[in-house]
């Protein structure tokens, strides 16, 4: 992708379609973003660990391991870039207990903050491909109420979402991140053939 599309407009549309007041269903805090949250309008704060977004955003949202044993929380690792992913993230979000994901990443990234990401990267993909690698094994060592087979798909699932990220990584994110930056700049899309800011 060249440029950037802001999803904002028809993520409220969705919201407002849905009946839910938005300042309920965004109330993640900045401070708390997961880490390993791509740059962009869509972030998760202090999720719950039931990891189920990805039911409705398996191309936006991955789960962590924060909490050990094949538990932690979500994040976004890849904004939506036109209204059909807008309105599956919408719901991905929706779909988490604690309401702790955000949409008001325009009013903290910078562009600066946004190289500094993609600068330290090799850190989030190391963590993606360790991750993958564990959650994709049979013998991940499943435990406590995890301990039924039927688990196995989850973890398949969730390795699928950090080999999807490490792809991303590797092949789509520096041109999104580019035209994040000039939106964040200028506040509006790039016009077809305009240069991008460099990473």
């Known amino acids: 992708m060249t440029g950037y599309w802001d999803p904002l407009p028809t993520a409220r549309s969705v919201v407002e379609r849905l009946g839910e007041p938005a300042d309920r269903l965004f109330t993640g805090r900045w401070e ?16 719950d660990s039931l990891a189920i977004g990805r039911r409705d955003a398996p191309d936006h949202i991955c789960y962590d391991d924060d909490l050990g044993g094949g538990i932690g929380f979500e994040f976004i690792y890849r904004q939506p870039v036109d209204e059909r992913e807008t309105e599956a993230v919408v719901h991905g979000c929706r779909a988490e207990l604690y309401s702790g994901y955000n949409w008001d990443g325009d009013e903290h990234w ?19 491909v ?12 499943h435990w406590g109420f995890n301990a039924d087979p039927q688990f196995l798909g989850h973890y398949h699932d969730a390795a699928r979402g950090q080999r999807d990220f490490v792809a991303y990584l590797d092949d789509g994110l520096e041109g999104y991140l580019r035209g994040y930056v000039f939106w964040l700049d200028l506040r509006r899309e790039p016009r077809p053939g305009e240069a991008l800011p460099r990473l």
């Open 130 to 141: 360790a991750t993958a690698a564990d959650w994709g094994a049979d013998t991940h060592p």
């Open 110 to 128: 910078t562009a600066g903050a946004v190289r500094e990401w993609w600068r330290d990267r090799g850190r989030v993909r190391e963590w993606a």
């Open 32 to 47: 708390h973003r997961n880490w390993r949250n791509v740059p962009g309008p869509f972030y998760a704060g202090e999720t």
